[in-house]
Nanobody, 121 residues
């Protein structure tokens, strides 16, 4: 069992930065690929970024490549999403996810409760 708790969301102006954190409980954190998804009002949840259990492999949605960076600390059981050059279209609830299917994140085993990110123009 893995429990995920996100933090770090908030309101930021366009062009600004935020860093999201996802703290995981459970001894098996390091065996999961971790990822971030987001859901904007009226839209489906979409993939944002993922990182392998070792941190050696990452994958990003085209819309965030070059602006967002995912990382993890397997000692602190935490995964991060550094978001730079934020745009109003990045506004969404961001969810942390854990998967045993690698960075494809095709099957998510655990979800966090979400954290709101709002980017003003």
């Amino acid at each position: 069992q893995v429990q995920l708790v996100e933090s770090g969301g908030g309101l930021v102006q366009a062009g600004g930065s935020l860093r999201l954190s996802c703290a995981a409980s459970g001894r098996t954190f390091s065996s999961y690929a971790m990822g971030w998804f987001r859901q904007a009002p009226g839209k489906e949840r979409e993939f944002v970024a993922a990182i392998s259990w070792s941190g050696g492999s990452t994958r990003y949605a085209d819309s965030v490549k070059g602006r967002f960076a995912i990382s993890r600390d397997n000692v602190e059981n935490t995964v991060y999403l550094q978001m730079n050059s934020l745009k109003p279209e990045d506004t969404a609830v961001y969810y942390c996810a854990a998967s045993q299917n690698g960075v494809t994140m095709t099957l998510v085993d655990y979800w966090g409760q979400g954290t709101q990110v709002t980017v003003s123009s």
